[in-house]
């Protein structure tokens, strides 16, 4: 079994920063592509961005630039460092990883984390 336990987020004034954190816990497994999506009120779930094992990242087109994914594979941990963020940031944030096991690779996802980006 996998557990995904996210922290980090919270309310921050705009052109502020957050640095989210996603743990991932369990044995048995690899973690092959750790993530960050998105979820505004009224809209659909969207890629934040995403960082493979190997340390190959992606991100979304409008967090380019602000966003910052990274991971530490020896604590099979993946972070996402937020700066000047906007209103539009808004969201409740997910973790989701990629996990193989010997019966094939299997996604899961963390529980969200709320970020408020206010003044």
């Known amino acids: 079994q996998v557990q995904l336990v996210e922290s980090g987020g919270g309310l921050v004034q705009p052109g502020g920063s957050l640095r989210l954190s996603c743990a991932a816990s369990?044995?048995?497994?690899?973690?092959?592509?750790m993530g960050w999506y998105r979820q505004a009120p009224g809209k659909q779930r969207e890629l934040v961005a995403a960082?493979?094992?190997?340390?190959?990242?992606n991100y979304a087109n409008s967090m380019k630039g602000r966003f910052t994914i990274s991971r530490d594979n020896a604590k099979n941990t993946v972070y996402l460092q937020m700066n000047s963020l906007k209103p539009e940031d808004t969201a409740v944030y997910y973790c989701r990883i990629r996990a193989g096991w010997s019966t094939g690779e299997y996604i899961y996802w963390g529980q969200g984390t709320q970020v408020t980006v206010s003044s």
């Open positions: 960082i493979t094992s190997g340390g190959t990242t």
């Open positions: 369990g044995s048995g497994f690899s973690i092959n592509t």
